[in-house]
């Protein structure tokens, strides 16, 4: 069996990277446990490579455990002082009232300064890791196959990445500094209670937590759930409102700025039903951790009373008793908020996390080499494809574009044209046979060097919503200004450009909606001149315009071509007449294919194609 025929049968099965649904990657984020979550997260705070990472963090631990033993005898400290006003106590360090009262307020500065030192720290590692994070989950979607892309809303994934580094952010302040500080403190006062007085403030306090997390941690789950609803809503409303707004002309070619709306407000209303019925629960939570927290803090401030009257305690005794409730009960107020938020924070960093896990389609090989180009020799044999298993595209294509030739393909709709390209960019791989360059197949070399090869003029040019100069630019990124303006020149843009007020530094507006579509395209096209590759990809680039600016951009087209393999996929015959081979395609086959004049005498497929659009366009 020859290693094509293997491929072919390997290919036609179907692809194990089909893309996840946005329904397939919110289930794929439930599955994903908070463990492995935060495993996923750890690289990032504690890089193997990264040495000055690890320090700032152990640093950063240090002056946590640093502020929180402070805090842990502060009111101790307020005890002393408290006995000593009251005449039940001695002074302790040679200090009086006075100076303890000194004391008390140089260690709570002390407290508040390593917490300031501690997040001063780490500030730099939570940012690198927010940023490697964004960089990677940035990177990946580029990575991702045209499958991938055309089958997820561009709002809704937005809103992942968004929400998933916005969650990390919020799990390294509040896990690392709110969290963890908590139970260091719960666990020192509990032991100094349980040291200083007896066991049963430590039951009684352990006892409150213990009911208070319960309580918040079973309240919090149901508003996840809420939370959850209520994000879905939103990504709802929010992806709407986006397609509409890249829709803009069509919503005013039909009038349907109403329609828009309603379909807005029905979004805007599922999410407000969602945030009234999370408001109201949070009113609950607040409500019993409130109850829950001031029912310990009566019972243990009682006994410290009862203490007091009986004379085994001092009023200072009393005092700390109460102060070191009070240093608890601030934080705890918060974990209901915060346990929440984590919680959400780790469902959005699971499905940012299940799009990182989400495999490229289109992959390089181990080790592939830079695809050699020596001339630009196109060839496609017997090729196979289709975007759905079930329904082939292209049904055994053999053809081939030698360097210096241009090759139209041509066919009514629906017959392959554009999969021609899109396979031959490499955004899809053949199911089927082979497609080669100078006699590499490129599923064998390395998608940096294949792309670097082919420049493409589609159909509808999108621009950058930068200046015209930025986007003839980006065809080569070392171009230099000259470069920019003899692309254009080449392009027959030059003088247009010069004409405008900045210049090349005219901004073309979002998708380029201040230039005209022919303008558009010989922005394209200059962009593609620039980046002067040895094939040239023509995908209907001239079919959008009219018939006048059509005949202009062809000079420039024309221009572009000289010296290279051009292959040209039209609808518009007209465009392609002059092509040293014209191949015809009919429902994923060739059906004729050879010089205009030829093909007319023919009186075949394309000779019909040829008079139906003579007919409709006497032009």
Known sequence: MSADTARAQDTTQKSPHTPMSEEEMAAAAERQSNLLVLQKVAPYLWPADKPWVKKRVIWAMVFLVASKLIAAVIPMIYKAAVDILAGEG??????????????????????????????????????????????????????????????????????????????????????????????????????????????????????????????????????????????????????????????????????????????????????????????????????????????GLVVVMVMAAIGVQNGTLTVGDFVMVNAYMVQITIPLNFLGTVYREIRQALVDMGQMFTLLDQPAEITDKPNAPDLKIKGGRVTLTDVRFGYDPDRQILKGISLEAAPGEMVAIVGSTGSGKSTIGRLLFRFYDVQGGSLEIDGQDVRDVTQNSLHKAIGVVPQDTVLFNDTIGYNIGYGRDDATQEDIEAAAKSAQIHDFIQSLPNGYDTAVGERGLKLSGGEKQRVGIARTLLKNPPILLLDEATSALDSETEHEIQDALRQAGKGRTVLTIAHRLSTVAEADRIVVLEKGEIVEQGAHDDLLSRNGRYAQLWQRQQSEDPE
């Open 90 to 295: 001695v002074p302790v360090l040679a200090l009086g009232a006075v100076g303890l009262t000194v004391a008390y307020g140089v260690a709570r500065a002390m407290n508040v300064g390593f917490q300031q030192l501690r997040d001063a720290v780490f500030a730099r590692v939570g940012q690198r890791a927010l940023r490697m994070l964004a960089l990677e989950t940035f990177e990946h979607i580029h990575r991702l196959s045209m499958r991938y892309h055309i089958t997820r809303k561009t709002g809704g994934l937005s809103r992942i990445i968004e929400r998933g580094v916005k969650g990390v952010d919020f799990l390294l302040r509040f896990l690392l500094f709110s969290i963890g500080p908590l139970i260091l403190e719960l666990i020192l006062t509990g032991l100094i209670l349980a040291w200083l007085f007896d066991f049963w403030y430590l039951l009684v306090v352990a006892v409150t937590i213990a009911f208070y997390v319960w309580f918040t941690f079973a309240v919090t789950e149901w508003r996840v759930k809420l939370r959850r609803q209520m994000n879905d809503q939103d990504t709802d409303a929010n992806q709407k409102a986006i397609d509409s707004l890249l829709n803009y002309e069509t919503v005013k070619y039909f009038g349907a700025e109403q329609r828009e709306a309603s379909r807005y407000d029905s979004a805007m209303a599922g999410y407000e039903d969602a945030a009234i019925k999370t408001n109201y629960s949070l009113a609950f939570l607040n409500f019993g951790q409130s109850l829950l927290i001031t029912f």
